[in-house]
């Protein structure tokens, strides 16, 4: 592996600049989000509960956006060897992660006031499940390896196997017969008068906070670095990274 | 590719000699199908040929994850698992020897299961074996490699015997699921499901290239 050079990294010099902009973004749009759902019209078929769709699909894309993020972080820490970038597929993990649970936990909610039932064998709903439990078991692996480099070489192939399943998850299950009953895209003008500002608001919002919540974990992770450096807690790391200073 | 060969020699001949491995995931995929009779009784006929697809791949499932499990394990002692990374040849060919051997040895549990679950719940498997024996291979081949590259990392971390499964299973869901709709057609009618049998062949095919590209990654020197 080799060791970052002087100074802070590509990564960490990102999420520095990062950090404020999204913050604030937070900051800013949570009222107008909360005040637009609450002044959106009432779906005529649904009732209240359709709301939970300036919830829902925002925080699917970001869970989305989080597994991507994984796997391309950790394909470049597998090329450059560079270990900021391992720092990014671990927290985009651990966020994606927060984000899916919200994911799986809002869709029943919703599927029970339209579909009548909680859960439905949907090649959508089955695929982000499966998602779900690949980046937990990716989590249980960074977490049961010994040795921060051995984890994140096991962390980077694993990711990118979890992406490269995707596709052939939903082919299976179209091929067991899962019915899709999942609206199909919401960009295609089906929004309701009035309901695209929140949707929009909402979408900002949960990539904001996902944006965020990524820079903070690096940054966490990265202080925890140096923190293991400066005590030399970690052995053979301390060594590696505490060369260069000067 | 003589590396690959000879990792495969070496594992079958261990196993040939010990036979632990192949003995212990038989009596396993037997017990499995004894429970599953009982967990799920078939009435009829026509009931056993519905659930039977299903419960069978469960059973190669639980075996295979057995079996692979033991691959790395066995290469602890002594250290066998630095050996095998300093071996002076692409990681590519161990991770093939690897994971044919496994294919070899659950190939033959698979048979002896096949006809203890044809007993067991009165299907007639015989009818249609040489089709039966392609869908499973493929299925197989699937299940080993990336049970081979996940078997290598698993067998790095805590709780091994546990890791092994949490990180293969939701990747393994399009091999079950098309082997599944495959052997449920060969059941119906006796003939391939090309739909499945395609699925079969591209998951396949991209576990085998990511795997063998990625298993220099995953030994440790």
């Not at chain 1, 925002?58 to 956006?65: E, G, H, I, R």
Request: proline share 4%; net charge neutral; aromatic share 10%.
């Amino acid at each position: 592996m080799t060791a970052p050079g002087p100074g802070p990294s590509g990564i960490e010099r990102l999420t520095a600049r990062l950090r404020g902009p999204t913050g604030w973004l937070l900051l800013v749009i949570l009222v107008p989000w909360l005040a637009a759902v609450a002044w959106a019209p009432e779906d005529s078929v649904q009732g209240v509960v359709q709301k939970i769709l300036y919830v829902h699909p925002p925080l699917a894309f970001a869970a989305y956006l989080g597994f991507l993020l994984t796997a391309l972080a950790g394909g470049v820490f597998r090329w450059r060897g560079d270990e900021a970038w391992d720092r990014l597929a671990r927290s985009s993990a651990e966020v994606g992660v927060l984000f899916c649970t919200l994911v799986v936990v809002t869709g029943p909610i919703w599927a029970r006031g339209t579909w009548g039932r909680w859960w439905s064998w949907d090649p959508r709903l089955t695929v982000t499940l499966l998602l779900w439990f690949v980046y937990l078991a990716y989590l249980l692996l960074r977490g049961f390896t010994e040795g921060s480099e051995r984890a994140a070489r096991f962390a980077a192939v694993y990711g990118i196997i979890g992406i490269a399943v995707i596709p052939l998850n939903y082919f299976a299950i179209e091929l067991a017969g899962g019915r899709a009953i999942h609206p199909e895209n919401l960009a295609r003008g089906s929004l309701g008068a009035g309901m695209g500002l929140p949707f929009l608001l909402g979408t900002l919002a949960s990539l904001g906070a996902f944006v965020h919540l990524v820079v903070r974990r690096v940054e966490l992770e990265g202080l925890r670095n140096r923190l293991a450096e400066r005590a030399g807690a970690d052995g053979g790391r301390g060594e590696e990274f505490g060369s260069w200073d000067t | 590719m003589n590396v690959a060969l000879a990792i495969l020699w070496k594992d079958l001949a261990t196993e040939w000699r010990g036979r632990d491995r192949v003995v212990a995931m038989a009596v396993f995929s037997f017990l499995v199908v004894v429970v599953l009779h009982f967990a799920l009784p078939a009435r009829d006929a026509e009931e056993a040929r519905r659930l039977a697809p299903g419960l069978l791949w469960v059973a190669y499932i639980f075996a295979a994850i057995l079996g692979l499990n033991r691959a790395f394990a066995l290469e602890l002692e002594n250290e066998a698992l630095a050996g095998l990374a300093l071996a002076p040849a692409d990681r590519g060919w161990i991770f093939l020897g690897k994971a044919a051997a496994s294919f070899v040895i659950l190939g033959a549990v698979q048979a002896v299961t096949a006809v203890v679950f044809a007993l067991a719940f009165d299907v007639d498997l015989a009818a249609i074996a040489p089709s039966l024996a392609i869908v499973v291979a493929l299925g197989s081949l699937g299940i080993c490699a990336v049970g081979t590259l996940l078997g290598a990392v698993s067998v790095r971390t805590r709780y091994r015997e546990v890791m092994l499964p949490l990180l293969m299973l939701p990747l393994l869901v399009p091999v079950l699921l098309a082997a599944v709709d495959a052997t449920a057609g060969l059941l119906e009618t006796g003939t391939l499901r090309w739909r499945s049998v395609q699925l079969l062949l591209v998951t396949d095919a991209v576990f085998w290239i990511v795997s063998f590209t990625s298993f220099e990654y995953v030994l440790d020197e």
